[in-house]
């Protein structure tokens, strides 16, 4: 079972609309990830937080917008999104300052933009 | 600049058979060194992690890695594969988490088990 839970499992919208992804984990972890990923592509970073602070943007379109309200959640804010947006987004987490990196991932949201 | 090279993008092995999923890496200084595992449509689960002491190291699954400093290589091997182990592999470097790191991904390799 994963501890990074991601919603909605799916999502499709069009190019006008706007809709959120959430992630929650209650490992303690203080960074959380977004991750885009494409079809038979590695994980590509989007954003980290760490200790509830933007630490790293990926040089993201703006039509990308995380969100941080605490240490335990993190949104990502889609508005005028294109059809190339489609993809699995992954949330992850780990522990943060001090330690190895390892990632814990979420099962990902797939996003498809019509 | 950190980097991981997979060699391999796709594998075809039958099952029962032995399996090796080759990594290289570049990274300057003693790196942190994973292996992922991704089931279609699934997130990435982490099999097994080096970051210091016995080069040989266990994972989950029956997987075990073995890092060779000499030859910047973390290569993945499993004796006995079985079809659920078919999956797409990532080796992955990491730094050391100073304030939030960034892992570096191989491009990955995709396991196909043959009955």
């Known amino acids: 079972d994963t501890e990074v839970t991601q919603t909605p499992k799916h999502l499709v919208m069009g190019m006008t609309n706007k809709k959120s992804l959430k992630c929650e984990q209650h490992?303690?972890?203080?960074?959380m990830y977004w991750y885009k990923q494409k079809a038979k592509k590695p994980p590509e970073l989007m954003f980290v937080?760490?200790?509830?602070?933007?630490?790293i943007n990926e040089s993201v379109p703006s039509r990308f917008s995380p969100e941080c309200p605490n240490s335990s959640l993190l949104n990502l804010h889609l508005h005028a999104l294109q059809p190339e947006d489609s993809a699995l987004y992954l949330c992850?987490?780990?522990?943060?300052?001090?330690?190895?990196?390892?990632?814990?991932f979420g099962e990902g949201s797939r996003l498809t933009v019509l | 600049a950190q980097s991981v090279t997979q060699p391999d993008i796709h594998i075809t092995v039958s099952e029962g058979a032995s399996l090796e999923l080759r990594c290289n890496y570049s990274y300057g200084a003693t790196p942190y060194l994973f292996w992922y595992v991704q089931s279609p449509g699934q997130g990435l689960q982490l099999l097994l992690k080096y970051f210091s002491g016995d080069t040989l190291v266990q994972g989950i699954k029956g997987f075990e890695a073995e890092f060779k400093r000499s030859q910047s290589s973390f290569n993945l091997r499993k004796p006995s594969v079985h079809w659920s182990d078919a999956a797409e592999y990532f080796c992955?470097?990491?730094?050391?988490?100073?304030?939030?790191?960034?892992?570096?991904f191989g491009d990955g390799t995709t396991l196909t088990v043959k009955p």
């Open positions: 937080y760490s200790y509830e602070k933007l630490s």
């Open positions: 992850a987490s780990s522990q943060g300052q001090g330690t190895t990196g390892e990632l814990f």
């Open positions: 490992m303690g972890h203080r960074a």
């Open positions: 992955a470097v990491g730094a050391l988490n100073t304030n939030a790191g960034k892992s570096t």
